[in-house]
């Protein structure tokens, strides 16, 4: 093969690739495993360079670890329920289950000619009838075993969609489909009890020795555990004393107000007899439930009228207020606010003219708070200037503790340790989503459906010509037999959350076709994933959900004790990032234009009709934005191994990498010279000079591929075989060990670039396919270096060196030092002032 050809050669070695089942995974108890899996993709409809990116990580990995003697499970499914899909629906008139599996065609097809190891035929969509029939039962299970509950609950309601939305769904209190004010409403909805394993996830924490500290330390600001002050109010009309939990106890000095939700008992009760009370609280609850939300909204309230008595004062009487800031799911729907010592508490007090009391103030600058609140770290040292303890210099973690000891000494608090993971509601109201396998029977009450009838399939024939869920208006899929007397029930309409489909896919994946949701044996061969790679925007949910199914699963016994954590490595890979290039229109707005739309030149870029553009560099990809890099183009224009090496090459996974036209090409040319060097040692004859440096210098390649490799610094060893390709090019040795050295950089090149890798494999005599080939190992015995070149400086400054034995004797370093043409002419004819050896390091001459 004269040429780099790489749009024809890499579609046949994945042919071949497929025809000898290299990437089936088995399972073989006779060789260590390895599972590999990058977080699974939504079907959204065309890849883009970041997924690229992503996949090629783990392919990486898979591949290396495959050549290094163990059995691999790299799979690949799809997260396919969502909103999109009926957004679509709604929006064309078809069906979610046709645009997604669609689209999910679409990505596949994409996705196959990047040559990714995959055993495809382990893959499944999590919309697909067989997955979710399965979730259905573990569902079932954790009714069983107490792990799920319903209950009435405050939640997110897009008045326009009519449903449910999550947190991340409410975008500046607003739904982030309709742009509809969202709505506080109380809803009866499913919960999993998560919160009952708070401090088992955090805990375990500790043990996660191969994750980013940055995810763990998220994980663990999200779970949230505190230790705090657990005492009531009481009421000057002898009504029933409000209770409340604080983290800031120390700060009780300087409390301004008691303030309580609009859904706590006390608001609800004055809002059935008073209609100015019933107004505020329904302006409140078209607020969102996120804490996001809470902050960026303006701070109303609503005075009751009500007085408390503080604790440590009893003629010190406090107002009770309603607060649109304040949620009934955190603590106890109530609080005391301190405004100087916080920022939220103090907006609220100087809008209503609330007093603002300092509790203590900076050592460096102790000035009274005014339009800022001091809110220094737990750990720092302040000055007491309001504390019934006497404080005087102390940091808030001595007085907290100091409060939480006197309030239980004098028995009006309790210390409690609190935390903030709130258990976890999956209820949606929409159509493309898991049905709950729940019946509602008059009779029987809330009970589960046979397993023998699942799965409970989604109906297909629906309609969204009307806003909210479907499910609600079908009355031949709604109205069914209870499983329990027989008699005419109904089933529950809400489907479940996506995260849920997502958190237990990673085991499905160990048995994808096993007719329940695990097969026990396969499960424990495999698990636990031994390298996840994925996003940081997936940091905190996706992965505490997965924590806490894992133990369910092993509860219910779909998982074995050894995986409650399920994922020992994570990776968070960088983002792939683009130009944004934009023009405006005649209002002034930006108009976005494709990269192949634009010519650089000039140091700026162009349209074809000479308009120049406005360059935004280094922009998150994005399909609105325009900026985003077909993969196929790539693959069409330079092959697929040059997009894999440019993703590797170019930065350290872990940060940002920004595609740009020239570095695909410059990729593309190295790739070219790879085959060409390899063409023409296949065609060298002869013996030459040199076999021993070849020699050494490929088993210092296989030390330092293999190790950039083991410690994902991809692009560590693609700098390490853009050396070693130099020192084969150059290399004046002899034809088979050329042809030897060759072989060994096609292995080391081959879990980045393996189309080309089989080429010159094939082409140099290797035997059967380099993708079953066992991983090159180095000669310890060959790294040792028995030259050392050391350095000469003269007064300090470095003029020359020279190459000696490692094992020279001082007094022959320096005989050669001073025969050295720099150093000779630098003494012209004198003595030096001083000669320095440090042996095997450098020679200092001082003249």
């Not at 003219?353 to 770290?377: G, N, Q, Y």
């Not at 019946?439 to 023998?452: L, N, Q, R, S």
Request: net charge negative.
């Amino acid at each position: 093969m004269a040429r780099y050809e790489p749009q024809t050669s890499e579609s046949n070695w994945q042919t071949a690739w497929d025809d000898a089942g290299v990437f089936t995974a088995k399972r073989d108890p006779a060789k260590p495993k390895y599972y590999v899996l990058e977080m699974f993709p939504y079907p959204s409809g065309k890849l883009h360079i970041g997924h690229v990116r992503n996949y090629t990580m783990g392919d990486v990995i898979a591949r290396y670890k495959s050549s290094s003697g163990f059995s691999v499970l790299h799979p690949m499914g799809w997260d396919a329920f969502g909103m999109p899909a009926e957004n679509a629906a709604m929006a064309s008139g078809g069906h979610p289950a046709d645009w997604t599996y669609g689209n999910i065609a679409t990505m596949r097809d994409q996705m196959k000619p990047l040559g990714l190891s995959i055993d495809w035929s382990r893959e499944f969509a999590t919309c697909d009838p067989e997955y979710y029939g399965q979730q259905q039962s573990m569902f079932i299970d954790f009714m069983e075993k107490g792990l799920v509950y319903r209950k009435n609950a405050t939640v997110n309601w897009d008045p326009v969609d009519m449903t449910v939305l999550a947190n991340e769904q409410v975008i500046d209190g607003c739904g982030w489909r309709s742009g509809a004010p969202v709505e506080r409403r109380d809803l009866t909805q499913w919960f999993f009890k998560i919160s009952d394993y708070s401090d088992e996830l955090l805990t375990a924490i500790d043990g996660l020795d191969n994750w980013p500290d940055k995810v763990k330390l998220m994980q663990r600001n999200w779970i949230g555990k505190s230790r705090g002050l657990q005492f009531a109010f009481e009421r000057t009309d002898g009504g029933e004393a409000i209770e409340v939990y604080t983290t800031r106890p120390d700060t009780l000095m300087g409390a301004s107000f008691v303030g309580i939700s609009a859904d706590h008992p006390i608001a609800k009760a004055l809002e059935a007899e008073n209609a100015e009370v019933a107004a505020f609280v329904a302006e409140c609850r078209k607020g969102g439930t996120t804490e996001e939300a809470l902050e960026k909204a303006e701070k109303l309230g609503f005075d009751t009228g009500i007085k408390v008595r503080h604790p440590l004062n009893p003629e010190w009487e406090l107002p009770v207020w309603i607060a649109n800031f304040i949620l009934m799911d955190y603590g106890t729907g109530a609080i005391f606010a301190c405004p100087a010592h916080d920022q939220r508490d103090l907006d609220f007090c100087r809008k209503y003219d609330l007093p603002v009391i300092d509790t203590f103030l900076s050592l460096d600058d102790p000035k009274p708070v005014e339009t800022e609140a001091f809110v220094p770290p737990k750990t720092e040292k302040v000055k007491w200037i309001n504390h019934f303890a006497g404080l005087d210099e102390a940091t808030g973690d001595a007085a907290i503790n100091a409060t939480i000891d006197l309030a239980e000494r004098d028995g009006w608090g309790k210390g409690q340790t609190q935390f903030r993971l709130r258990d976890w509601g999956l209820s949606r109201q929409r159509y493309w989503g898991c049905p709950i396998p729940v019946i509602h029977c008059d009779t029987c009450g809330v009970v589960p459906e046979a397993k023998e009838n699942l799965p409970v399939e989604l109906p297909k024939d629906v309609s969204f010509d009307v806003p909210g869920n479907p499910l609600d208006r079908h009355p031949t899929w709604r109205d069914c037999i209870c499983p329990q007397c027989g008699g005419a029930a109904k089933r529950e309409t809400d489907t479940m959350d996506t995260f849920v489909d997502s958190s237990w896919y990673f085991a499905r994946f160990t048995a994808p076709r096993a007719e329940t949701p695990t097969d026990l044996a396969d499960a424990e061969y495999w698990m636990n994933v031994d390298q996840y790679i994925g996003g940081i925007e997936h940091a905190i949910l996706h992965l505490l959900y997965s924590r806490f199914f894992a133990r369910a699963m092993h509860i219910c016994g779909h998982l074995p004790a050894s995986a409650v954590e399920p994922f020992d490595a994570l990776f968070t890979q960088g983002m792939v990032t683009h130009a944004i290039y934009q023009t405006r229109n005649a209002e002034g707005r930006p108009v976005y234009h494709y990269p192949d739309e634009v010519e650089l030149r000039d140091g700026g870029g162009f349209l074809k009709d000479g308009t120049e553009v406005e360059i935004i560099p280094s922009a998150k990809m994005s399909k609105s934005k325009n900026n985003v890099v077909d993969p196929q183009d790539i693959i069409s224009a330079y092959g697929a191994d040059t997009a894999r090496w440019f993703v590797l090459s170019d930065s350290p996974p872990e940060r940002d990498v920004e595609w740009t036209a020239a570095g695909a090409e410059a990729a593309n040319k190295h790739l070219a010279r790879v085959h060409r060097i390899a063409t023409d040692i296949a065609a060298q004859t002869g013996d030459g000079k040199g076999d021993e440096d070849l020699l050494r210098a490929t088993h210092k390649a296989i030390h330092d591929v293999t190790m950039g490799i083991e410690s994902f610094g991809f692009n560590t060893a693609v700098a390490k075989l853009y050396a070693f390709t130099n020192v084969v090019q150059k290399s004046k040795a002899g034809a088979e060990a050329r042809r030897e050295a060759m072989r060994v950089l096609a292995q080391l090149m081959s879990p980045m670039t393996p189309h080309l890798a089989e080429d010159v494999w094939a082409m140099l005599g290797g035997e059967g396919l380099i993708a079953q080939a066992p991983w090159p190992k180095a000669d310890p015995a060959m790294l040792v270096e028995d030259s050392v070149t050391m350095p000469i400086q003269i007064n300090g400054k470095r003029r020359s060196e020279i190459s000696v034995p490692k094992d020279m004797a001082k007094e022959e370093v320096e005989k050669l030092a001073l025969a050295d043409d720099a150093v000779v002419k630098a003494l012209a004819g004198n003595a030096p002032k001083k000669l320095i050896v440090v042996p095997g390091r450098i020679v200092n001459v001082v003249i």
